[in-house]
């Protein structure tokens, strides 16, 4: 069945830095692949999706860039602030209809 | 324009008893989908809802129903509660039942429930 994998956290980083998550998946097909972000006490928010290969989500400073010969779909932004501390959680959709599976999910943590 | 509105937001139930969780999509969005999160098994699918109609369910046991409305509304249900089901139970809505699976999905804020 589908499957994807993230980096276990949690990941802490200096205001500023640079940040990585790494997902992967493992899905038949052409799945559509997501990340969301969760913050404390909330929902998920769409933070950007990519629908085929060598596409490229990007949302808020955020990027991501689906690579289908390398099953990965890695979370990027150049320069973190301390509001983007929360829970990302990588997800494809890999049929009709609408059903998510999703990672683990990556805690971050950015200090001031 | 609103988002996905759930209620309640937070609730407690005793072992054995059963619940009740409303959720209202986005307006024009007829596709709805519920998500069981919790610490150590995470995101999991429960079911999707389209016209009224189950389109697919997740692993779960008979315990856990739903049902959706004429008006897109839908209501899951957990019988016979147990202290596993303690967990945050996401909705989430779409606009179309897509072909394809390339529909953005759209949560809410979620309901905790806790059973004592």
């Known amino acids: 069945g589908d499957s994807v994998t993230q980096m276990e956290g949690p990941v802490t980083l200096s205001e500023e830095a640079f940040l990585t998550i790494n997902c992967t998946y493992t899905?038949?097909?052409?799945?559509?692949l997501f990340w969301y972000v969760q913050y404390p006490g909330e929902g998920l928010q769409l933070l950007l999706k990519?629908?085929?290969?060598?596409d490229k989500g990007s949302n808020k400073g955020f990027e991501a860039t689906y690579r289908k010969e390398t099953t990965s779909f890695h979370l990027e932004k150049g320069s973190v602030q301390v509001s983007d501390s929360a829970v990302y959680f990588c997800?494809?959709?890999?049929?009709?209809?609408?059903?998510?599976?999703f990672g683990g999910g990556t805690r971050l943590m950015v200090k001031p | 324009k609103a988002g996905v509105t759930q209620t309640p937001r937070y609730l407690i139930k005793t072992r054995g008893q059963q619940v009740t969780l409303s959720c209202s999509p986005i307006?024009?969005?007829?596709?709805v989908s519920w998500y069981q999160q919790t610490p150590g098994q995470g995101l999991q699918f429960l079911f999707e809802?389209?016209?009224?109609?189950?389109?697919n369910k997740g692993n779960f046991p008979g315990r856990f129903s739903g049902r959706q409305f004429s008006n897109s509304r839908s209501e899951m249900n957990v019988s016979t509660l147990e202290l596993g089901d303690s967990a945050l139970y996401l909705c989430?809505?779409?606009?179309?039942?897509?072909?394809?699976?390339?529909?953005?999905?759209?949560f809410g804020e979620g309901s905790w429930l806790t059973v004592v």
């Open positions: 997800a494809l959709s890999g049929r009709a209809g609408n059903m998510l599976t």
């Open positions: 899905a038949t097909g052409y799945p559509s």
């Open positions: 989430a809505s779409s606009p179309i039942l897509s072909r394809d699976n390339r529909n953005t999905i759209y």
């Open positions: 307006s024009g969005h007829r596709s």
């Open positions: 809802y389209f016209s009224e109609t189950q389109r």
């Open positions: 990519a629908t085929k290969a060598d």
